[in-house]
């Protein structure tokens, strides 16, 4: 039996996510769940996290998904270890969960010449530790200095960005981040939130500062991931259709949701729990 790809994400960030696998792999099928209702998760605990992840995760297989990707730094920071060692040898040796943050660190080095990096995140993505843990893996060398940002993602889900209140967060905590380590040479948008308010995020972080964004490396290393496990590949049907679905109201996800997806589409309410 074949299915579509499952992309998830506490609300509209995956969409950033999601828009970069069309792009790249059109061919496939995908649905998308965005847990709009109970977002934000970056200042959620642990449990609280893991739990709603896991219970989407279970949706998705529900809906015949071989694979399924949390396209959340802040899900794949607290619940992708838990689902990958304990839930799905449960459920099924036969399906995968994919996150975000292993494939960013491992493309890191390439982007920093002082081998210091800055990372901006979600206090939930910053607590877990996950990416100085995962980048120091493959590259002990870096430093890795990371600042968390708990207000950006609800002033992007409340679509409060392009303004002066955005840029005085935005700014904040890059001066914050900065003052911690002056050697940064590249700063992660550790937040499949952050793409929308790139604006900001060009406008303060210094010239000579690269900004990493995490959409076209998910995207690629998903493709890379396919070629090389062709045992799961064959699982993922292709006939270019996406479905999207939110446990909050559709008319709101729709019209917020097409700034981060770039496009106008059509949703369905699920409920999870
Ligand atoms: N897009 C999620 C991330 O990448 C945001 C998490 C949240 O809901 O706070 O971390």
Redesign the pocket.
Known sequence: MKGPIGVF???F??LTILREFLDTMPEYDFVYIGDNAR?????RSFEVIYSYTRESVLRFFEMGSPLVVLA???ASARALRNIQQIDLPQISGNKRVLGVIRPTAEMIGSVTKTRHIGIL??P??VMSNSYPVEINKIFPEICVTQQACPIL?PLAENDEIDNAGCDYFVKKYIDELLSKDSLIDAVLLG???YPVMIESFRKFIPDHIKIVQQDNIVAVSLKDYLSRHPEIDVKCSKNSSVRYYTTDSTDNFCSRGRIFLGKEFSAEKIALG
């Open positions: 994400d506490s609300g960030g995956g977002a934000p998760y970056g200042n959340c730094n802040t995140a979600t939930g993505t993602v937040c499949t939130h």
